[in-house]
């Protein structure tokens, strides 16, 4: 079995192919990819994906790497709307679950028109490669297979890859590697 290193200078490679930016699974899907990796090395794999886009910044490649952490996306569009310091208001009088849901219900998670996939959508150039990060940090207001499904309606022309602190097996995500998610079946694992 490749270390985690090992994997991540074959995801590096392998973005780098004509092929892979050509936006075309197997069957000609759009090319979504996951790369799982141990939650604990968290660290690790951020500093790599910055070393990433860093290093295609610094290019003369054709395209850009763009990436978006769903974390940072969640604070900056309740910093716009003013709900922030809400939030903690909220939280310390009616509870973690009930914020939770709130949070999700503001940013229509689970619509269409959900804010955090039209921010992804809006800030994403032609020629691109999408990193997603942070979704461990979004846990539970966020799940990955929800960003998923909506990304897939709107974005079918650049590659776009989540990295995913936990486990996925081509049909399951485990999110660090103990939290079940729903089945997402679109998306390749980007490298064993």
């Keep these: 079995m490749n270390t985690l290193e090992e994997r991540l200078d074959q995801a ?9 930016r050509k936006n075309k699974g197997l069957g000609n899907e759009v090319g979504y990819y996951i790369f799982d990796y141990p939650p604990e090395q968290e660290l690790l794999v951020r500093e ?4 990433i886009r860093k290093k295609n910044e610094q290019s003369d490649d054709e395209y ?18 003013g709900y922030l310091e809400k939030c903690y208001e909220f ?29 992804i959508r809006e800030r994403t150039p032609e020629k691109a490669i999408v990193f997603l990060v942070g979704i461990g940090k979004c846990y539970p207001i966020l799940r990955s297979h ?9 974005i079918d022309n650049v590659p776009v890859v989540m990295f995913y602190p936990g ?10 590697g103990e ?3 729903d089945n997402y079946y679109r998306a390749f694992k980007l490298v064993e």
């Design 12 to 20: 590096e490679a392998m973005i780098k192919k004509p092929s892979f």
């Design 48 to 51: 790599r994906v910055e070393y």
């Design 64 to 81: 850009r790497i763009v990436v978006f952490d769903l974390y940072e996306i969640i604070i900056e569009i309740l910093k716009e709307k």
């Design 91 to 119: 939280e310390k009088k009616r509870g973690f679950d009930r914020i939770t849901k709130a949070v999700g219900n503001m940013l229509r998670i689970t619509a269409k028109d959900s804010l955090i996939v039209n921010y």
């Design 146 to 154: 929800t960003v998923l499904n909506n990304l897939h309606q709107v």
């Design 167 to 176: 486990k996925y097996d081509g049909q399951e995500l485990i999110l660090f």
């Design 179 to 181: 939290i079940k998610d």
